[in-house]
């Protein structure tokens, strides 16, 4: 698995992108000129990696464009040490980011093709989430709650009261909600039964799918 002076200049051409498009967070920018993307896609494929698009992975799902990927993460304002729940592990690109900026990760993938292949890879890169699971992301995961912040990687239709419910007071839940074209929507948990929301502009993501394979 190389990770050669080319690719840190094409992630540092990829920071500057992010960064003309609004991403100020520098805990998020060098996170994203850390991680070799290009290795949590298809070798053939390294022309794209370092492109600001979103990029097939397999069964039906892409790796996040990255401004997407930065802008979702900086949405959530981490903290180090904060407890984060993913909901879409994918590639695991976004759970890397999430590590990289000292997040205790908790994700939860409904691919079982997808979950495999990432469990056996991201340590192979160095990264270790607090828990993987193979499962249904809109019931989130009881067991582990609250959290600090849940960032959903998938097109919800709706969201999930499960998610909200599973937000320490202070916390925030980024989504985005729709069907074809999802608006980015950020849920800050203001006490035991309020919610603010914010909406940020349209993106596209692949649908978030209930129940197991």
């Known amino acids: 698995m190389k990770n050669t ?3 840190k200049g094409m992630r540092k051409n990829l920071v500057a992108i992010l960064e003309k498009k609004g991403i100020v967070n520098q805990d998020v920018l ?25 990029f097939p992975i397999g069964a039906d799902q892409t790796i996040s464009q ?3 990927v930065a802008r979702q993460t900086e949405l959530l304002e981490i903290k180090r040490g904060d407890k984060i729940l993913e909901i879409g592990t994918g590639s695991g690109y976004q759970t890397a980011v999430l590590l990289e900026m000292g997040a205790l990760v908790y994700s939860i993938e409904r691919q079982n093709e997808l ?10 890169l160095g990264y270790y989430p607090k828990k993987l699971i193979f499962g249904d992301g809109y019931i989130g995961l009881k067991q582990e709650a609250p959290f600090d912040g849940i960032i959903v990687t998938a097109g919800a239709p709706f969201v999930p009261k499960a998610l909200l419910a599973q937000l320490k007071v202070g ?16 849920f800050t948990r203001v006490s035991a039964s309020e919610f603010e929301k914010e909406e940020f502009g349209e993106f596209r993501f692949v649908p978030l799918l209930e129940d197991k394979n």
């Open 5 to 7: 002076f080319i690719h």
């Open 30 to 54: 060098k996170a994203i000129n850390k991680i070799p993307r290009h290795l949590f896609m298809d070798s053939g494929f390294l022309d794209h990696a370092y492109v600001d698009k979103a």
């Open 66 to 68: 990255p401004y997407t």
């Open 115 to 124: 979950f495999k292949k990432t469990k056996l890879f991201l340590p192979k």
């Open 171 to 186: 916390a925030k839940l980024v989504i985005p909600v729709g069907d074809a074209l999802q608006i980015m929507t950020l």
